[in-house]
């Protein structure tokens, strides 16, 4: 039997794709631009973590599970990603694919014990592990301990392409982060991505349609560790460094504000989320002590103007989805 959908769902797809194609190339003529007017190290690092926040937005913004240690993937990733390209000789390519398996393997054992648990619980759970790997990371040999793993060399890609190069870097970590942003976007808006937004509204009227949630859940829990280890791989390439920062629980809370920021729930949210903090942070260094409380109060500011975010609040303000 031909399935037939309804007019107003089909035109709302319609429109969906048109809000997403127009924004997504403003965002490509943006990148575009930039390097020739902003530092291309800081986009670089606003690329990385974009990209993590667009990985923790996957989980939290569509299954609605609030991680608490999602610098478990990131800052794991980075060191094994360092620790390759440093010590192993690997080319960049292969470096960022061992940190983003390892990863993958750090989300299926996390998310096989997390998911068990819903709501604050799943929160502590995650949270505990990532601090426990933070201290194995503490004591570790090969992680460097409190000097982390420094002087990574970037590498050849592919052998042919110096990634030593600030503009070749910067075109490499644009290409996989867009790549990254578009198989994010097939994500949501396939029919796995449907059975995990009804998740997050319903859990149990989704059980008694005959869903596994559970497996749902793991599954989406792999895929978002593995994208954040991509970004932490790319990182610490980008740095030449692998540090407890990447593993610390205040990363966690870093790109949770990025996502809170942005728009949770929505696609370019946590990129803008992610380019505000980035900025802030290296912009307002000059103030010394004083950022944390700058931050905080711009924070607070957003939070109570902008309700649903950033893009959020665009996307209502226009009447789209973004």
């Not at 667009?54 to 610098?71: D, P, T």
């Not at 440093?86 to 750090?106: C, D, F, R, S, Y």
């Not at 859990?203 to 559970?214: A, C, F, K, M, V």
Request: charged share 10%; net charge positive; hydrophobic share 55%.
């Amino acid at each position: 039997m031909e399935r037939v959908l309804d007019p107003l769902v089909l035109q709302r797809r319609r429109e969906t794709n048109v809000s997403f194609v127009v924004g997504f190339a403003i965002m490509v003529a943006l990148f575009a631009v930039l390097p020739f007017v902003a530092y291309p190290v800081f986009l670089m690092q606003a690329l990385c973590f974009a990209l993590f926040a667009c990985a923790f937005n996957l989980l939290i913004g569509y299954v609605g599970l609030v991680s608490f240690g999602h610098a478990l993937y990131f800052g794991w990733a980075s060191y094994l990603a360092a620790y390759a390209a440093k010590t192993w000789h690997l080319q960049p390519e292969l470096a960022i694919l061992t940190g983003t398996a390892t990863a993958a393997v750090l989300g299926v054992i996390a998310g096989g014990v997390a998911i068990r648990r819903q709501g604050i619980y799943f929160a502590m759970i995650t949270l505990a592990l990532a601090q426990m790997m933070y201290f194995f990371a503490l004591r570790a040999p090969f992680t460097g301990g409190e000097d982390g793993i420094q002087s990574v060399p970037r590498g050849r890609l592919f052998g042919h392409f110096d990634l030593s190069n600030e503009m070749t870097m910067y075109v490499f970590i644009l290409v996989v982060v867009l790549a990254a942003f578009l198989l994010i976007y097939r994500i949501i808006n396939s029919p796995f991505g449907e059975v995990l937004k009804a998740i997050r509204e319903n859990e149990q009227r989704t059980i008694s349609l005959g869903y596994n949630t559970d497996r749902y859940k793991l599954v989406v829990f792999v895929l978002s560790a593995t994208l954040a280890g991509l970004a932490g791989s790319l990182k610490a390439l980008v740095f030449q460094l692998a540090s407890l920062t990447d593993v610390h629980w205040t990363m966690s809370g870093d790109v949770l504000l990025m996502t809170l920021l942005g728009g949770l729930g929505t696609v370019f949210g946590p990129v803008v989320g992610a380019f505000a903090v980035i900025a802030m942070q290296n912009y307002l260094a000059p103030f010394g002590q004083w950022v944390l409380v700058i931050q905080g109060v711009i924070f607070v500011v957003c939070v109570l103007v902008f309700r649903r975010g950033i893009i959020g609040e665009l996307a209502y303000f226009l009447r789209v989805e973004l």
